[in-house]
């Protein structure tokens, strides 16, 4: 990013204008979208209709604008790349993560088999999801859509405690080219990894970076092809308020899907401020964080 640049991502609050040609939206909506690129830590925002759509009835400001950018990455990861359906068995690489988090309750929502990797420090994260946490992979073999198995990333290797049970989707949320070798593990033939992080974690979006990354992907896309190893899928989130719509609608309002916030933060108050960019910097959130401007 260049200076000066107004950060933040996701964004809910109500519609005080509109341009000529917006068709969707009027005046006095609540609405959610996410901004893409930033802007939305500020009092106003300005942004394409396309990003934003109807805010849950049943979430607060605060929650709705916990949802976008997570919630969308999910959805489409599973549901666009993944193609999940009740059948379905997925694994999730970093379930307390934000996208993890959504990733869970959407895959249960059509009741798909799900599995996820977390530390015991995040395990409490995942409970507040609602459902039967455990670590005992014997517990959830009878398919029981209450089941959630938790596998300790800082104990096990999931690949070697999953070995052969063919899971039709991998989700990988926090990368580490260690979650592509333990996918394959435990992938079915045919089965896909889908990451929205890649090999380093820790990379900076260089064009050496993206060169390198890219000649990865097709290395691993060639192999898949010619089948001898599952399908590797680099996921970019596609903006599309028609996604937010559907989770809205089917998701959030039927009760399968809410946000889960770790801390909400005065936005006015600048203590506050740099301590929830403290926050996200030490990795110790357990669930979204949000910078509150009016409240509801």
């Not at 009878?142 to 800082?154: E, F, M, Q, R, W």
């Amino acid at each position: 990013y260049a200076f000066p640049h107004i950060p933040g991502m996701d964004c809910s609050g109500i519609v005080v204008n509109v341009g000529s040609s917006v068709e969707r939206l009027k005046v006095g909506d609540a609405v959610y979208g996410n901004m893409g690129y930033g802007n939305a830590f500020a009092e106003y925002v300005r942004a394409d209709e396309s990003l934003f759509a109807l805010k849950p009835a049943n979430l607060s400001f605060a929650e709705a604008a916990a949802v976008p950018l997570a919630g969308e990455t999910a959805y489409e990861a599973l549901f666009q790349q993944g193609e999940i359906t009740r059948d379905s068995k997925v694994f999730i690489c970093g379930g307390p993560t934000g996208v993890g988090l959504f990733g869970i309750q959407l895959a249960k929502a059509v009741g798909a088999h799900i599995a996820c990797t977390s530390s015991s420090r995040n395990m409490d994260t995942v409970k507040k999801l609602g459902y039967n946490a455990t670590e005992n992979v014997s517990e959830v073999m009878k398919p029981n859509n209450d089941d959630l198995l938790v596998i300790d990333y800082t104990k096990y290797n999931f690949g070697e405690i999953l070995h052969h049970q063919n899971y039709d989707v991998v989700f990988d949320c926090v990368g580490g080219q260690e979650q592509w070798e333990s996918a394959q593990q435990i992938l079915k033939a045919g089965g896909r990894f889908i990451t929205i992080v890649g090999d380093d974690p820790h990379s900076n979006l260089t064009v050496k970076n993206i060169v390198t990354m890219g000649a990865g992907v097709i290395n691993r896309k060639f192999w898949s092809l010619v089948g001898q190893e599952p399908s590797y899928i680099f996921h970019i989130l596609k903006h599309d308020y028609r996604h937010l719509d559907d989770m809205r609608v089917n998701y959030i309002e039927t009760g399968k899907m809410k946000s889960i916030i770790d801390h909400v933060y005065d936005f006015y108050n600048l203590k506050e401020l740099h301590e929830m960019y403290d926050r996200s910097k030490s990795g110790k959130a357990q669930g979204k964080m949000v910078a509150q401007i009016i409240k509801d």
